[in-house]
């Protein structure tokens, strides 16, 4: 998305409209970074919470003040040491093959655990602070390096997203880049007389024929102007789903008005830009067929219209003295006939 809308700056106009987008594909992008750096971080905080805590599983970490010259020698040279394995139940490695990790054991499930970050560092982690300290301080005899007690552990890295939460993500990223898309397009066309979808498709024209050199831009824009004359059908729909609203009909009649002005320029435009006679005879029938359609819609536009002012005008309303068209005339008199009388029915009325 971002990169859609950096190309829109560039071919539409004022870049204040499309750097929103701009900022918004690139969060877009860096959503499973900023997630898995998130898991990170709420992990690392989690850890320093349960060391306030002074939760009983939670192990303090320690790490060399310095980076080991050869981690791999100084790893052997650990396992090796009468320093370190007395005391303990063994040290060897936890993969023979790798070397990478020195496993101290205290009693049967616990252990303490010596490996080299990335940085050359010495860590030492495990679940038990105070064996931890004890394998530090050997850890400085033997090398002759000073180990820190350290609320960050060196060795965790960010955890790609999984399961369920990736799935919701893949979700989240999926909407966002339709949306924005369609917000890119709004920006590039801000007329009204297309709605969303149908902005994306003639933006998608528009994109196609800078990125596929299989599309020239002739060919691009003769198929945007067919599909500007269906959209322009699509207005006679349209009025008559109004249901007698003479503001929306009208609107509909501006907005088609609108589209058969810019077609007719983005045709004048493919005119003028080739020599290609089946190029300029598709022309002419987009154009022959754009006038057709433009003549329906005013029709159209026209009997809505009629229809939605005699549905609106004066209605014919039933009283005692009969029916009257119109807006009834309160300042009439009725008077009585003096020799009516009231006895067996109503009196006779004389109105004039």
């Excluded at 060391?51 to 050869?70: A, I, K, M, Q, Y």
């Excluded at 002739?218 to 699509?234: C, G, P």
Aim: proline share 7%; net charge positive.
């Amino acid at each position: 998305m971002s990169a859609l809308a950096g190309w829109a700056m560039v071919n539409y106009g004022p870049p204040t409209r499309f750097a929103p987008y701009l900022v918004g594909g690139v969060l877009v992008a860096s959503l499973p970074w900023l997630a898995a750096h998130g898991k990170l971080s709420a992990r690392r905080l989690r850890y320093r919470y349960r060391r306030l805590v002074g939760h009983p599983s939670t192990g303090t970490v320690f790490v060399s003040e310095r980076p080991v010259p050869d981690p791999a020698a100084a790893l052997d040279t650990l396992r090796g040491a009468d320093t370190l394995t007395e005391g303990f139940n063994g040290v060897a490695y936890a993969d023979p093959d790798a070397k990478r990790e020195l496993r101290i054991s205290h009693t049967r499930f616990h252990a303490s655990h010596i490996q080299c970050a990335d940085d050359g560092r010495l860590v030492i982690t495990g679940p038990t602070s105070e064996k931890n300290r004890e394998v530090a301080t050997r850890a400085e005899e033997v090398c002759g390096i000073e180990m820190r007690e350290s609320n960050d552990n060196p060795l965790w890295e960010p955890l790609p997203v999984r399961g369920a939460p990736r799935l919701v993500l893949a979700a989240c990223v999926v909407v966002a880049t339709v949306l924005g898309t369609m917000g890119v397009a709004s920006a590039a066309y801000p007329s009204g007389a297309y709605n969303p979808v149908e902005k994306s498709v003639l933006l998608s024209y528009d994109a196609r024929s800078d990125v596929d050199p299989r599309l020239s831009e002739t060919e691009a824009n003769l198929r945007k102007a067919s599909f500007m004359v269906e959209i322009l059908a699509e207005k006679r729909m349209e009025m008559r789903w109004e249901l007698n609203d003479t503001r929306a009909i009208r609107q509909h009649r501006r907005e088609a008005k609108e589209i058969c002005n810019q077609t007719r320029a983005l045709l004048s435009q493919t005119r003028d830009g080739t020599s290609d006679p089946s190029a300029l005879t598709r022309a002419d029938r987009i154009e022959a067929r754009l006038t057709t359609v433009e003549r329906r819609v005013e029709r159209t536009a026209r009997t809505e219209l009629a229809e939605a002012q005699n549905a609106t005008g004066p209605r014919t309303v039933q009283g005692p003295f009969g029916s009257s068209s119109g807006p009834s005339n309160t300042s009439r008199e009725i008077r009585v006939s003096p020799s009516s009388t009231v006895e067996n029915g109503p009196a006779s009325a004389t109105v004039p």
